[in-house]
């Protein structure tokens, strides 16, 4: 199973402020953890809002574009782990164990289940595109190692 520990923004992070050194040093070390324990698929930050961009869409299915920055930090995001587990209680043990400096209150990260193709039923897709799914995936493999 997967699953996507986000971490939510705040005002210092959509201002661009940089962690303290000390939260580096700790975020590595449980970035380490992961990968020692063989569940780390990702893991990266991201800059604030003003170098983002949405995508809003009319009822009719056309597209704006919007430019960041945005207003509620709270409702953005920071970063993500992707990890790959075998239950949702052990993303959540790891979820529990993310560095988070204090002085934060609120919900400060999500886990969600990242649904894949192999949860899908075996009759939902057609023999067509379930190789093309496959391939896709192995390209994928081949171009992570590479």
């Given at each position: 199973?997967?699953?996507?520990?986000?971490?939510?923004?705040?005002?210092?992070?959509?201002?661009?402020?940089?962690?303290?050194?000390?939260?580096?040093?700790?975020?590595?070390?449980?970035?380490?953890?992961?990968?020692?324990a063989g569940v780390?698929?990702?893991?990266?930050?991201?800059?604030?809002?003003?170098?983002?961009?949405?995508?809003?869409?009319?009822?009719?299915?056309?597209?704006?574009?919007?430019?960041?920055?945005?207003?509620?930090?709270?409702?953005?995001?920071?970063?993500?782990?992707?990890?790959?587990?075998?239950?949702?209680?052990?993303?959540?043990?790891?979820?529990?164990?993310?560095?988070?400096?204090?002085?934060?209150?609120?919900?400060?990260?999500?886990?969600?289940?990242?649904?894949?193709?192999?949860?899908?039923?075996?009759?939902?897709?057609?023999?067509?595109?379930?190789?093309?799914?496959?391939?896709?995936?192995?390209?994928?493999?081949?171009?992570?190692?590479?």
């Amino acid at each position: 199973m997967k699953f996507m520990i986000v971490g939510k923004a705040n005002e210092a992070t959509e201002a661009g402020e940089l962690p303290s050194q000390e939260l580096v040093d700790a975020m590595g070390a449980y970035n380490e953890s992961l990968a020692k324990a063989g569940v780390l698929l990702a893991a990266e930050g991201l800059y604030p809002s003003s170098h983002g961009a949405q995508i809003a869409y009319t009822k009719d299915g056309k597209a704006t574009v919007l430019d960041g920055p945005f207003a509620e930090a709270k409702e953005l995001i920071a970063g993500f782990w992707l990890i790959q587990v075998k239950s949702r209680d052990e993303a959540i043990a790891w979820a529990l164990r993310v560095p988070v400096p204090g002085g934060h209150e609120g919900i400060g990260l999500d886990v969600w289940q990242v649904f894949d193709a192999s949860d899908l039923p075996d009759d939902s897709m057609s023999p067509e595109a379930a190789e093309r799914e496959a391939l896709l995936r192995e390209r994928l493999l081949r171009s992570a190692e590479d």
